[in-house]
């Protein structure tokens, strides 16, 4: 079993659970939602485009890897989110994106030695 912490949403005061760090595996289906939304030039690879919908899109995924529960419930965790206030969805999502951003953290440095 991998760890979880409960967070306390804001502004409802529900208790969401989520696990505290992606596996390999999450962590490539996360860049696989990422990639699906660049359009790179071979031509001129600098000039690559990224189609900003794709952030909603990771951002779900992401919460469909590392929800566990919502108030108490299992099921449909992701829907549940989005019918809360904003003030929690963007709670989550902050707490989320701390852990995907670790996780890319801890890959560029391993390949960049530092």
């Known amino acids: ?12 005061e529900k208790k969401v659970v989520i696990k505290t760090w ?11 939602e990422m990639l699906q939304g ?3 030039n071979p031509q001129q690879p600098q000039s690559s485009e990224f189609d900003v919908a ?15 529960s919502v108030d108490g419930k299992e099921e449909n965790c992701v829907e549940a989110l989005k019918e809360m ?7 989550v999502i902050d707490e989320i994106n ?5 996780t890319t953290n801890e890959k560029e440095k391993k390949s960049t030695g530092k």
Do not use: C
């Open 22 to 32: 992606m596996s390999g595996g999450e962590w490539q289906e996360m860049q696989n």
């Open 54 to 68: 794709t952030m909603a899109k990771a951002n779900e995924k992401a919460l469909n890897l590392l929800v566990v």
């Open 85 to 91: 206030h904003v003030a929690d969805y963007r709670f």
């Open 38 to 40: 660049m359009k790179i």
């Open 1 to 12: 079993m991998r760890d979880t912490k409960e967070l306390t949403l804001p502004k409802s």
């Open 98 to 102: 701390k852990i995907t951003q670790e």
